[in-house]
């Protein structure tokens, strides 16, 4: 029961958040604070919030596995450009368009495993290893453009973002990968040996390394797979743009992937958190961009409310957390 808490912790959030947008929307149409008449909670408008919300969940399940062992990763964002500049070049090559896919998510995987290596073999700290990444992988995103656009108008996933229905309704593809790796990484957390050895990690990584576990390979598997997950949102990217640019494509993802995972009650030292908490971060981050937008909020209004009411959601759940362990 603790558990289920903990997880859902910011649940309250963000039902809060949405019932707040429903009214807010009604008074930017209408004049008047009006439940009914509210856009927000609509048919039309809750599947536009999930797609909204699928890449950065995406990011930020992989940036889950890092910060439970106590590491970080804010190489995701260039990851995700470079990956996607590599499907778009490899999709312009005739009779090669099919290996855009794996060459992708090989793309990630490999410039995450280069991550995990430097910190698991060199003992570098993770901030120091990513923060380099972030700034030498985005530079290989521009060169592989040529520090231009790449487009494709005929991608041959495209219709994961745009016209292949899903069994269910008008969820979109890219909304049911997300939850589809959500899952994944749910099970590989709560029902493997592998998410025991990640929890004990980020606990305490000498008791870890004394009991016997391989240290070394678990930070290989949160990187590598960070990378990997990195390399999909690239793929789910170009397939809404259909196109990539390595100057701007991903450019501060890292951030909404680190507060997502933050907000979902993960400790930033490691060893507590859950990827259902995770998803329920990245909602709230979704449904407070949509909601602003329905709102008539200035742009610049939406980045100071955004960062306010994330920096206040935390505080929130940390001083209730606090209250819990005094009980």
Do not use: C
């Not at 149409?29 to 919300?53: I, Y």
């Not at 656009?149 to 008008?170: C, E, H, K, R, Y």
């Not at 998410?195 to 008791?207: D, E, L, M, Q, R």
């Amino acid at each position: 029961m603790r558990s289920f808490i903990q997880t859902a912790g910011m649940l309250p959030v963000l039902v809060l958040l949405a019932v707040l947008f429903q009214f807010l929307s009604s008074y930017a149409d209408t004049g008047s604070f009006n439940f009914a008449s509210g856009r927000f909670l609509t048919s039309a408008n809750l599947p536009v919030v999930a797609q909204l919300a699928s890449i950065n969940t995406v990011l930020a399940t992989g940036m889950t596995f890092v910060i439970l062992t106590g590491g970080i990763d804010l190489s995701v964002g260039s990851i995700l450009a470079v990956a996607a500049m590599s499907a778009l070049i490899i999709a312009n090559i005739a009779n090669y368009s099919v290996i855009t896919v794996p060459v992708a998510l090989l793309v990630g995987a490999g410039f995450g495993l280069i991550n995990g290596s430097l910190i698991a073999a060199l003992k570098l700290p993770p901030f120091i290893v990513t923060l380099g990444s972030l700034t030498a992988v985005r530079g290989l995103a521009r060169y592989f453009g040529n520090d231009t656009t790449v487009f494709n108008s005929d991608l041959s996933f495209a219709g994961i973002a745009n016209n292949i229905p899903t069994p269910i309704g008008d969820i979109s593809w890219l909304t049911v990968i997300a939850l589809v790796v959500v899952v994944a990484a749910w099970f590989i957390l709560r029902r493997t040996v592998l998410g025991v050895h990640i929890y004990a990690v980020g606990g305490n990584p000498a008791a870890a390394r004394l009991s016997g576990i391989k240290v070394w390979a678990v930070l290989l598997f949160v990187y590598g797979a960070s990378g990997v997950l990195s390399g999909l949102a690239g793929l789910m990217q170009a397939a809404q743009l259909q196109s990539a640019n390595g100057l701007q494509l991903g450019t501060g993802y890292e951030l909404d992937a680190i507060a997502a995972v933050i907000l979902g009650g993960t400790s930033f030292v490691g060893g507590v958190g859950s990827v259902v908490g995770t998803l329920i971060g990245a909602l709230i981050i979704a449904v407070l961009a949509n909601g602003l937008i329905l709102a008539g909020v200035s742009d610049v209004w939406q980045f100071i409310i955004k960062g306010l009411v994330i920096i206040g959601a935390v505080a929130l759940d940390r001083l209730r957390n606090q209250g819990g362990a005094r009980t």
